[in-house]
């Protein structure tokens, strides 16, 4: 993520709240309402080696860590009615590709959407 000096001293930095998931997308949201543009390269490529953030400040709670604060910023912007259709479809998605995983006997995909499911039914606060 490039953002200029001035869009920086104007909007503010990252929202704390976040510290990871989803401050990146609030940062552009607040620029955006701002009137800086946002643009996207496709091309750019970011290589993640070895996951060390994300392992050491939640370990095996980051599926619910992203989607507690995913859940949170979409609930700022769109209300909470939005947001519990939101969560929703996500759980409804989560248990279709849990029970499929379930028929295949897939157990890592079971396990791996049983965490979804679980991540989409906690309560956000």
Partial sequence: LLMR???????????????????????CWRARDGGWEIWFE???????????????????????AYWHNTYRLYGRRHGPASTLAYRGLNVLGAARLYGRAVVRRDAAARGYWATHVRAHLVRTP
Wanted: hydrophobic letters at 35%.
């Fill in 5 to 27: 000096r001035e869009a920086v001293s104007a909007i503010g930095g990252f929202d704390e709240s976040f510290f990871m998931y989803a401050e990146d997308i609030e940062w």
């Fill in 42 to 64: 496709p091309s750019a490529l970011v290589r993640h080696v070895g996951n060390a953030s994300g392992e050491r400040t939640y370990g095996n709670r980051r599926t619910r």
